[in-house]
């Protein structure tokens, strides 16, 4: 009888929250599904207070219970990881999956591999979100590298983190896969349960939708500024932000205030729960990324799976996932552009969009994350 094979995420999972959680978990529970025993190696210190802006760290929702997630990795502790390291060493999965975000992760999850390659036995396959962090620090480039070397294959999820890999490593085989869709957060609502459900206004309103963490490089600042176009104004449309403040939150409320749309804008910027996040995207007529820059964003197959066209600046991978005036609209990342891509979606209606969306999401499938990541795996001679 064969032997069933064992794969291994190293990234952020239950009891941490958020996108690369959500991402973890739902990847573990596909190889699953395709046949593995699957575990999820977390953190239980993933970011000293400094490097992280929220309120928590942690998931306020219970425990997935189809999931095996170990919760041992220091990312400040030298010992843990040698001891993680060795671990995993002797656990011999026969992949392990890391996910790279942030430099500040190179040290640890460097060295947490060059343990393991002392098996000769696992293939090591990376998801990279980001080579290039959004916000730079000091050593970056170096941690990188560190991080770079031990892993044999790569996988981004954007053409610009791809570029930017070659810049750093031209050694290891390396190969572009689709962000997935979020399939994991329930089925789609009615508008009219979803707003009820939310306390939100009922009675036909046109909402659009920020969704996720307010962090600079998003361009909530833009897409404030278009809610104050005359155009906007006019057309009685109201701004849903849904996500936490990981900037100064003054710096927004002041322009809100600035602006005079404090009636134009409705804020839910508590964290959205797992459970929450299907009310906010069917609540919604349309979804708006206004990024200043963007690698890829996981709000596009959040809205791809919930069937929401979208408006997204032309930054990144957006554009490539979002066909202009198919299952979407792309404008320049400035207020005017913006704004005026919002009242095109109003003039061509919901519907226009929706057959084009139901056919480009097929492409999005976590199975072709597993096909890439087994392709890539089982092609390494060890």
Excluded at 69 to 82: D, G
Excluded at 357 to 367: F, G, H, V
Aim: net charge neutral; with cysteine.
């Amino acid at each position: 009888m064969q032997q069933q094979k064992k794969i291994v995420i190293i990234g952020p999972a239950y009891p941490l929250r958020g996108g690369l959680a959500s991402y973890d978990e739902r990847l573990a529970r596909e190889f699953t599904a395709h046949g593995y025993e699957s575990t999820i190696y977390t953190f239980s210190l993933q970011y000293p207070g400094f490097l992280f802006p929220g309120t928590s760290q942690y998931s306020s929702e219970p425990p997935p219970p189809d999931l095996t997630i170990k919760v041992v990795i220091n990312s400040i502790n030298p010992v843990n990881w040698i001891m993680t390291g060795n671990e995993l060493k002797a656990f011999k999965p026969d992949i392990i999956v890391v996910r790279y975000w942030l430099p500040f992760m190179g040290p640890c999850l460097g060295t947490i591999l060059r343990q393991v390659r002392g098996n000769r036995f696992t293939r090591i396959i990376c998801i990279a979100d980001n080579i290039n962090p959004h916000e730079k620090r000091p050593g970056d480039k170096i941690f990188t590298r560190y991080f770079v070397k031990p892993v044999d294959a790569f996988i981004t999820m954007s053409k610009k983190v791809m570029n930017d890999l070659l810049k750093v490593t031209r050694s290891q085989p390396a190969e572009f896969v689709p962000h997935p869709l979020y399939d994991n957060f329930g089925e789609a609502v009615s508008k009219s349960i979803a707003r009820k459900a939310l306390d939100l206004p009922n009675d036909g309103s046109r909402i659009i939708l920020f969704f996720g963490f307010i962090r600079a490089y998003k361009g909530l600042d833009l897409l404030l500024k278009a809610m104050a176009e005359p155009g906007i104004i006019n057309a009685g449309i109201k701004l849903l932000i849904a996500g936490e403040f990981y900037d100064d939150r003054k710096i927004y409320l002041d322009l809100i205030k600035e602006l005079g749309i404090s009636d134009e804008v409705i804020l839910r910027t508590d964290f959205i729960p797992d459970s929450q996040v299907r009310f906010y995207l069917c609540a919604a007529d349309l979804v708006v990324q206004p990024y200043k820059n963007a690698t890829q964003s996981g709000v596009t197959p959040l809205a791809y799976h919930f069937e929401k066209p979208m408006v997204v600046t032309n930054t990144g991978a957006l554009p490539d996932m979002v066909p202009h005036e198919k299952v979407g609209l792309v404008a320049e990342p400035d207020a005017e552009s913006i704004a005026k891509q919002i009242l095109r979606f109003y003039e061509l209606g919901e519907d226009f969009f929706l057959p084009h969306l139901r056919e480009e999401k097929k492409k999005y499938a976590w199975s072709q994350m597993v096909k890439a990541i087994e392709d890539l795996a089982y092609g390494i001679q060890k």
